[in-house]
């Protein structure tokens, strides 16, 4: 069986505001070699939701011309992305058959996209993998360089060519995936990246509790979360725009 390894990213600069997305796709050719596609795009107003589905969506999508039949390809993406995720494991099913109301009867954000997955995934098989954002993983930080390049309007060169060409370690990110053992220190006790507030729509970041509480304290449906690194906050933002 063909498999194909894939890794996604995508960037925004505000919710919304301009961003970009990434992705890495290593595939054999015909002869069994190992071939190596940079991808990437940009949107001039949009949200990190967005481009996190998007960047799975082209990446798919890229090789929907490539192969005639996909009875014999897997495919296998890694992205820091619960929400990409969990998104098309499990919710995308159940708002197809909800006509696109969510369970709170509330339109689903995003809809278009979720069209976009589901039917850009249909007749594949695919394994999703979560993995650590910011964490050093080669192929994930490349994504991310690819997206934030887009987002801000940097001139980037994509690679495509064989593996044996590419300078990026594809192959290292085995020790960063979903399922390391948990510290044994609690959360209160940690030091806090930051404190990721919202309040009436908007989304804001505090180095302290004092900061946030003054923000939150009072305001009818506040929500607030503690981060502890880069990849935290990045989920609790998406999180808290779902």
Not at 153 to 174: A, H, M, R, T, W
Not at 200 to 216: F, L, M, N, R
Request: hydrophobic fraction near 35%; proline fraction near 3%.
């Amino acid at each position: 069986m063909n498999k194909v390894t894939i890794f996604t990213d995508g960037s925004s600069r505000g919710n919304p505001g301009p961003g970009g997305w990434g992705a890495i796709a290593v595939y054999p050719n015909s002869k069994d070699e190992m071939l190596v596609d940079e991808l990437g795009g940009r949107e001039a107003e949009t949200t990190n939701n967005r481009m996190e589905l998007t960047a799975a969506i082209e990446a798919l999508s890229h090789f929907d011309a490539y192969y005639q039949s996909f009875d014999d390809v897997s495919f296998v993406i890694h992205t820091d992305s619960s929400y990409l995720i969990n998104g098309s494991t499990k919710w995308v099913k159940g708002w197809e058959k909800n006509h696109w109301i969510t369970a709170n009867k509330k339109q689903v954000i995003n809809q278009d996209l979720w069209e976009a997955i589901s039917s850009v995934t249909a007749g594949k098989n695919i394994e999703w993998k979560y993995i650590a954002g910011h964490a050093g993983i080669p192929g994930n930080e490349r994504c991310d360089v690819i997206a934030t390049s887009f987002a801000d309007q940097e001139k980037i060169d994509l690679y495509k060519g064989p593996l044996s060409g590419y300078s990026v370690d594809i192959k290292n990110f085995e020790g960063h995936l979903i399922g390391k053992k948990k510290s044994n220190k609690s959360r209160s006790s940690l030091p806090a990246y930051s404190y990721v507030s919202l309040v009436d729509g908007k989304i804001s970041y505090d180095k302290t509790w004092k900061e946030c509480e003054a923000k939150v304290k009072g305001k009818k449906g506040a929500r607030f979360k503690k981060a502890l690194n880069p990849s935290e906050e990045k989920e609790i933002v998406k999180e808290f725009l779902k």
